[in-house]
């Protein structure tokens, strides 16, 4: 076994993904140590020997290193490696199940700016590796140098699935040819497919904005959950008289909708959307979203004859849940969206083509389809710094959350995800993050005098 001479930053495993700075805290080394580390997890875990991984990565300026390296120490394993270049997350997942692959991982840092970096690991199936499913091992094998003494290099092979990635979206959609639209891909990896999916759907009236490739993201961070980051879509929208505006995330695997008067729509909402749209081919299926969505969310899919399951947030738990409970969609207030028919996975390429196809049917605007949905009032996620020394302020987020708790103690509660109390007339959710010094918060009521009322006491409390 060689001796490795290089200290890994424990702080970049993440929960759902390894990721951090570049170059202090991931660099070509950390690269090439995970990629021994994945190997050595791989084989002793599932005994899978010779196998092989797929590698994509994204446009961001350190990616091609990182991508080298993670290769050079997956093939030194014996791994053999089919790397297929620049690609969204969704591709990637799309790639493994195509390829049938045995795992694979993406070199990327999804929406952070531009000095970060990262890698999104897989299993066989892109079933994702996160925190309580085989990240914690991985990271404890690349702490601790561990490699596997293979008796061959594995084999590198470069494949371009691109063409075959479009076909899988696109075959046989019924869209409106003559659909107006602004599509802000945020120098992005959308950018890389959104041409060909267009050209491929027959669509020609859309205006690109920052359809470049650019890791260093030089007009707005790609991260459509931020309003600022809308400005000048919401503004070509209203310029153009555009039907729908559309915003991707910086790799591909969320994104955002803006009405023909350039008013956002909730991911949530958006869910339902979807959700319903399925209903009507498959009824009385099941359909998965988080915590923090809508009530308007669990009614709209009863009144459309499914069967309504409030879960987790995050995207391991929600693959997972997916899987195993055979659902057929799901969908984040993040605007994350989960599809049976896409290996259980997400797609915002995918999300994009199914409100298209919505619009296209219904021959309504999205606004006009949004509208029933919105019954209540919103505080939208609202984020409480709490440090208390350690990392993530781990005990004095579960002091102030247990306060909380006995406070509302009238109320209907339950501990899902985090803390949710229920009313008639109004509830909340209170979560930690995993990884910062913060608590999340979301309120929803009946009436706006109500949410600014229960938010102002809330946010006492909490603060």
Request: glycine share 8%; charged share 30%.
């Amino acid at each position: 076994m060689s001796i490795i001479l290089i200290k890994i930053n424990k702080s970049i495993f993440r929960s759902y993904d390894i990721r951090g700075l570049y170059p202090t805290e991931v660099n070509k080394e950390t690269a090439y140590l995970i990629g021994k580390a994945y190997i050595y997890w791989l084989n002793s875990k599932f005994k899978i020997l010779n196998s092989k991984i797929l590698v994509s990565r994204d446009m961001r300026d350190s990616s091609p290193e990182l991508s080298k390296e993670l290769i050079r120490g997956l093939i030194e394993s014996g791994a053999d490696v089919i790397d297929i270049g620049l690609s969204t997350t969704p591709m990637h997942y799309f790639g493994i199940n195509f390829l049938n692959a045995d795992g694979g991982i993406m070199v990327t840092a999804s929406h952070n700016p531009a000095e970060y970096n990262g890698f999104k690991v897989s299993l066989a199936k892109a079933v994702p590796v996160g925190k309580d499913s085989g990240l914690e091992e991985i990271k404890k094998f690349a702490l601790d140098k561990k490699e596997t003494i293979a008796n061959r290099i594995g084999i590198v092979a470069q494949k371009d699935i691109l063409n075959d990635y479009v076909e899988f979206l696109t075959k046989n959609r019924k869209i409106n040819k003559n659909l107006k639209l602004v599509v802000d891909a945020g120098n992005g990896m959308a950018g890389y497919i959104l041409p060909k999916i267009f050209e491929k759907l027959g669509i020609k009236n859309y205006e690109p904005l920052y359809f470049d490739l650019d890791g260093n993201f030089p007009n707005h961070e790609a991260n459509p959950l931020k309003e600022e980051t809308l400005a000048e879509l919401k503004k070509k929208v209203l310029e153009n008289k555009a039907d729908l505006g559309i915003a991707f995330d910086g790799d591909g695997d969320r994104v955002g909708f803006l009405t023909h008067k350039g008013e956002f729509i909730r991911g949530d909402y958006i869910t339902a959307l979807i959700a319903n749209a399925y209903l009507k081919q498959k009824p009385k299926s099941k359909i998965i979203y988080d915590i923090r969505c809508s009530h308007s969310v669990k009614e709209s899919i009863e009144e459309n004859g499914g069967t309504p399951i409030r879960g987790r947030v995050g995207h391991a738990y929600m693959k997972e849940c997916l899987r195993k409970d055979n659902i057929l969609f799901g969908g984040e207030l993040s605007m994350h969206y989960y599809f049976q028919e896409f290996f259980n996975c997400d797609s915002g390429a995918l999300a994009m083509i199914k409100i298209l196809e919505l619009l296209s049917e219904s021959g309504k605007n999205l606004e006009e389809l949004a509208r029933p949905l919105e019954k209540y009032y919103q505080s939208g996620e609202l984020n409480f710094f709490v440090q208390d020394g350690s990392a993530a302020g781990g005990e004095v987020k579960e002091q102030i959350i247990k306060k909380i708790a006995n406070y509302f103690s009238d109320g209907k509660i339950d501990y899902l995800d985090g803390l949710t109390v229920e009313y008639p007339e109004w509830w909340f959710n209170l979560r930690a993050s995993g990884t910062e010094p913060l608590l999340r918060l979301n309120i929803e009521a009946n009436t706006k005098e109500l949410l600014e009322k229960k938010q102002k006491l809330l946010t006492e409390i909490i603060k």
